[in-house]
């Protein structure tokens, strides 16, 4: 079992940046992709983003291609989301969570672990 805990939430403006971190702790922290979720008011969890166990790979939905950025740092058992051009759209709680594998992983039932998530708030 790993212990995750998200930090960097806030309230923004549309356009500006939020960078996510993720904390983890337990097992082996490099052995297992990664990944970030999100949950809007009266919405199910949405796939974000996620990461391979090396950090070579990575993925993302469609509708944060080319604004946010997840990254990890395996020495530091950290993982972050860089969120730029934020958008209304993008307000929600963001869980990280930790997977069963190594390799990229988009549903909720590839993960083991969750974190306690932290809220973004973007105003127009």
């Known amino acids: 079992q790993v212990q995750l805990v998200e930090s960097g939430g806030g309230l923004v403006q549309a356009g500006n940046s939020l960078r996510l971190s993720c904390a983890a702790s337990g097992r082996t922290f490099s052995s297992f992709a990664m990944g970030w979720f999100r949950q809007a008011p009266g919405k199910g969890r949405e796939f974000v983003a996620t990461i391979s166990r090396s950090g070579r790979n990575t993925d993302y939905t469609d509708s944060v291609k080319g604004r946010f950025t997840i990254s990890r740092d395996n020495a530091k058992n950290t993982v972050y989301l860089q969120m730029n051009s934020l958008k209304p759209e993008d307000t929600a709680v963001y869980y990280c969570?930790?997977?069963?594998?190594?390799?990229?992983?988009?549903?909720?039932?590839?993960?083991?672990?969750w974190g306690q998530g932290t809220q973004v708030t973007v105003s127009p």
């Open positions: 969570a930790c997977a069963r594998y190594y390799s990229l992983s988009y549903y909720s039932n590839d993960y083991t672990d």
